[in-house]
T-cell receptor, first 111, second 115 residues
Framework: DAKTTQPPSMDCAEGRAANLPCNHSTISGNEYVYWYRQIHSQGPQYIIHGLKNNETNEMASLIITEDRKSSTLILPHATLRDTAVYYCIVRPRSNDYKLSFGAGTTVTVRA | DTAVSQTPKYLVTQMGNDKSIKCEQNLGHDTMYWYKQDSKKFLKIMFSYNNKELIINETVPNRFSPKSPDKAHLNLHINSLELGDSAVYFC??????????????FGPGTRLTVL
């Protein structure tokens, strides 16, 4: 599976947009980009995923560069409850059941 | 209603004991997983079952034995517990593991402490 690189931590002001970068320069054509987050003492939670096009749902937006070597997760209006570790994961489209979690980015939203 | 539930939430036991962690999902999913999160917070997959069939076994010691009595349950039995087994164990499930949509739903975790 392609590896991902994320900054270890970042701070964000409450009410502002949080932009979380992820590099996946070795991504191949059949691999999706997934984002999960883990709030303290809870299980990971799915946020969004995409292949080529930008995606948006009720939680976040995912912007994937044209060459697909990097992506940005955008939390449009961060709240204190968005404080969590955010994981960017690359997964093949084929029958691959597992998610390979890296170290993620610890996002702290400050009032 | 809880989608993926695990019992117990906390488990403290002595080295050498045998223990089990239970997982149930009420989402109607076909695939279930066990992940281990160690003290450094890295989350690694251990096992995956699809329709009660073992799909993934990621170099986990054979002291760990998953058992899936039916699609809704995946239990984890651990023999001869060791200090290094102390971790948080997460159960998860998904509907379509190999397709284009593979959202995994995670349980709340079981914190295992081996003394």
């Amino acid at each position: 599976d392609a590896k991902t690189t994320q900054p270890p931590s970042m701070d964000c002001a409450e009410g502002r947009a949080a932009n979380l970068p992820c590099n996946h320069s070795t991504i191949s054509g059949n691999e999706y980009v997934y984002w999960y987050r883990q709030i303290h003492s809870q299980g990971p939670q799915y946020i969004i995923h995409g292949l080529k096009n930008n995606e948006t749902n009720e939680m976040a937006s995912l912007i994937i560069t044209e060459d697909r070597k990097s992506s940005t997760l955008i939390l449009p209006h961060a709240t204190l409850r968005d404080t969590a570790v955010y994981y960017c994961i690359v997964r093949p489209r084929s029958n691959d059941y597992k998610l390979s979690f890296g170290a993620g980015t610890t996002v702290t939203v400050r009032a | 209603d809880t989608a993926v539930s695990q019992t117990p939430k906390y488990l403290v036991t002595q080295m050498g004991n045998d223990k089990s962690i239970k997982c149930e999902q009420n989402l109607g999913h076909d695939t279930m997983y066990w992940y281990k999160q160690d003290s450094k917070k890295f989350l690694k997959i251990m096992f995956s079952y699809n329709n009660k069939e073992l799909i993934i076994n990621e170099t986990v010691p054979n002291r760990f034995s998953p058992k899936s009595p039916d699609k809704a349950h995946l239990n984890l039995h651990i023999n001869s517990l060791e200090l290094g087994d102390s971790a948080v164990y997460f159960c998860a499930s998904s509907q379509d593991p190999g397709g284009t949509y593979n959202e995994q739903f995670f349980g709340p975790g079981t914190r295992l402490t081996v003394l």
